[in-house]
């Protein structure tokens, strides 16, 4: 393993600051500025875009997609050029655990997937967009979204592979575990035919 760029308490620093950067619940605050009422009492009670799109809401469903992506970019730019390279790994990975775990939330958050794209984009602009791509494509076609979620998630170490940034394996392994994880009852769902598909109320 090679040997770390800065010191442990300069890495766990940046890990905090994405952690906190993570944790905001850009859903809720969305719900709440268009008068939607509490995003956690709707629909399946995510605090995410795709359940903020359940309400009927397209401007605040891709206003929140936008906002939970960025809050993981952020983190990992902003570690990456005032720290380093392993820094903007730590914090990208704490801005993901935020959206799961949000402090703000009683530790109960979504279940990560733009968050988890934003931190792959800043982290590698090739490997994100192939993510990004691969959503798009399984969500185009099946149009579920927690099985483009799966795809996106399960294929992004092998992408981070085939463009040699190998680097990144292992942080964009955790948080598919981590996707896959969260979407335990979707995964449960779709084999047994009944998951609601994108845009349903």
């Keep these: 393993m090679p040997a770390l760029e800065n010191p442990l308490w300069l890495i766990g620093l940046a890990g905090l600051i994405g952690y906190v950067l993570g944790s905001v619940p850009f859903g809720v605050l969305m719900a709440r500025l ?3 009422g509490d995003l956690r ?3 399946s009670g995510n605090i995410g ?3 903020v799109l359940r309400t009927g809401n397209k401007a605040a ?3 929140t997609l936008g906002l ?3 809050k993981g970019a952020a983190a990992v730019l902003l570690a990456g050029w005032l720290i380093g390279a392993d820094a903007a790994q730590a914090a990208g990975l704490a801005a993901f655990l935020g959206h799961l775990y949000p402090v703000f939330l009683g530790f109960a958050g979504g279940k990560g997937v733009a968050t988890f794209l934003g931190v792959t984009l800043a982290l590698s602009l090739p490997v994100g967009a192939a993510a990004c791509a691969t959503w798009a494509a399984v969500a185009g076609y099946l149009r579920y979204s927690s ?3 799966l795809a996106a998630a399960a294929l992004a170490p092998l992408w981070a592979w085939a463009w040699d940034v190998r680097a990144l394996i292992v942080v964009l392994a955790a948080m598919a575990l981590l996707i896959f994880w969260t979407h335990r009852g979707n995964i449960g769902r779709l084999a047994a035919g009944i998951e609601p598909k994108i845009g349903r109320r």
Excluded: C, H, M, S
């Design 41 to 43: 009492k709707v629909g």
């Design 34 to 36: 268009f008068r939607l």
């Design 61 to 63: 469903a891709a206003l």
């Design 68 to 70: 939970d992506a960025a």
């Design 147 to 149: 099985a483009a979620a």
């Design 49 to 51: 875009a795709t359940n």
